[in-house]
């Protein structure tokens, strides 16, 4: 029963307690994001019943003073009744995005962390999954699945062969440059998502580039290009950066015509020893799971798989799916 629900957003930061009453992997961002912008107290809704949190859900932003980027937070009590927890999700999620979201506009993406294994373990199964049907009733599809990984201080880190020399990347030109060939015939779901709703492989590496790069809190010196010691002809890219979290691998790329070498290993060993040499405490990366090669390349690498990425995604009204 819902009828006794109370459905509303924080009143401020100090109610922030409340919210933490239910679990996520990313309740310690919480308080640091609400002080910079990067979420505000009318995108952190709850469902309550006599003061006791039931639900909850919150959306983010890159900077502040930006558009909700993102739906993140979609937690329900776990010992709620599977029907109970139903309505107070459906509730939730309709009144809090009816509030949070313009009219007319497509939901930005949905993402979820879960443990590697969460299929294998029959009771968070059963809580995503339910979450996830939830967010289908609404419109949502799934995009991807992804691996997050982790790369820590103590790993071998492959020492250069000679086969490749790395140079910084000069300009937003220069890099786009490199970009646009690797858009094309991608493995990564968000690129072939922005191929498939019509922009060029051009036009899918500025979006890329505009809406990431220039939020990175690290030096750009740190970005580097790799070319073949004879001819200087570029061979592919890395990104090793910081983001507002995280140190990363914010992209990675080998072009078309060099695929098949083996030079995405010293590629990433190249970004992985900028961050280690920082003195990074960890490196973190993401791959879609389908992206074998990629992930393949991780792995070899020393990064762990530490968690799965789930992304479900709204469509325009009247956009293609293919």
Do not use: C
Not at 124 to 150: I, K, Y
Not at 172 to 185: H, I, K, Q, S, Y
Not at 230 to 240: K, L, N, R, S, Y
């Amino acid at each position: 029963m819902t009828d006794d629900l109370v459905v509303r957003p924080l009143a401020g930061p100090e109610e922030l307690d409340l919210f933490l009453d239910l679990s996520y992997t990313l309740d310690h961002e919480l308080a640091d994001d609400l002080g910079t912008g990067r979420r505000r107290p009318e995108w952190l809704w709850m469902a309550l019943r006599d003061g006791r949190l039931l639900g909850r859900i919150a959306w983010w932003t890159n900077k502040d003073g930006g558009a909700p980027l993102a739906l993140d937070f979609f937690d329900l009590d776990p010992d709620l009744p599977a029907g109970e927890a139903a309505e107070v999700g459906r509730r939730l999620l309709a009144t809090a995005m009816a509030a949070v979201l313009p009219a007319g506009t497509v939901p930005p993406e949905f993402n979820r962390y879960l443990p590697p294994d969460w299929r294998e373990v029959p009771e968070t199964r059963d809580r995503v999954e339910l979450l996830l049907s939830l967010l289908t009733e609404t419109g949502a599809r799934p995009l991807v699945e992804r691996l997050r990984l982790e790369w820590l201080p103590g790993t071998p880190v492959a020492g250069p062969t000679g086969r490749l020399v790395f140079r910084p990347v000069r300009d937003r030109e220069d890099l786009l440059a490199l970009m646009t060939p690797v858009m094309e015939g991608t493995l990564d779901a968000h690129g072939r998502a922005d191929l498939a709703e019509g922009l060029s492989p051009r036009e899918a590496a500025e979006r890329h580039y505009d809406d990431e790069f220039p939020h990175y809190t690290s030096p750009r010196e740190w970005w580097r290009v790799a070319e073949l010691p004879d001819t200087g002809e570029a061979v592919g890219f890395v990104i090793p950066a910081r983001n507002n979290y995280n140190p990363i691998i914010a992209y990675i790329g080998v072009l078309p015509a060099h695929r098949g070498h083996g030079y995405i290993d010293e590629i990433l060993a190249e970004g992985t020893r900028i961050l280690a040499e920082a003195g990074m405490p960890r490196v973190r990366a993401a791959t879609d799971l389908g992206n074998v090669p990629m992930a393949a390349a991780f792995a070899r690498a020393g990064y762990a798989n530490f968690q799965r990425q789930v992304d479900y995604v709204w469509d325009a009204p009247g956009a293609s799916r293919s």
